[in-house]
């Protein structure tokens, strides 16, 4: 049985950092994973995914101020946000996906298979 376990949100600044951890379990390395955040009031959104290799998707809105990372022996997942906005204001998810298209599954977050509970970031400017 797959679970994910998010943690680390916060609410932060304008300009902060934060980073953000998955406990990743029944999830084998065949998975892809990615993180995911709903805004207040809008849809869910990819922000980033990283297949088993370490290749990674990125959201235009996050390039160069977030990164992806997994570590497979402590069985965790990371989205280090660096520069953040209040418009990154929101709940982030934590997602795993069986293999697939990486890019196509940032895009199309209906495509996870597996989310975790959230944990809410709020940036205030």
């Known amino acids: 049985q797959v679970r994910l376990v998010e943690s680390g949100g916060d609410s932060v600044q304008a300009g902060g950092s934060l980073k953000l951890s998955c406990l990743i379990s029944?999830?084998?390395?065949?998975?892809?994973m990615g993180w995911f955040r709903q805004p207040p009031g809008k849809q869910r959104e990819g922000v980033a995914t990283?297949?088993?290799?370490?290749?990674?998707n990125y959201a235009d809105s996050v390039k160069g101020r977030f990164t992806i990372s997994r570590d497979l022996t402590k069985n965790t997942l990371y989205l280090q946000m660096n520069t953040l906005r209040p418009e990154d204001t929101a709940m982030y998810y934590c997602?795993?996906?069986?293999?697939?298209?990486?890019?196509?599954?940032?895009?199309?977050?209906?495509?996870?298979?597996?989310w975790g509970q959230g944990t809410q970031v709020t940036v205030s400017s």
């Open positions: 997602a795993a996906k069986r293999g697939g298209d990486l890019l196509a599954w940032l895009l199309k977050p209906s495509e996870t298979q597996n």
């Open positions: 029944g999830v084998y390395r065949g998975y892809y």
């Open positions: 990283i297949s088993i290799g370490g290749s990674t």
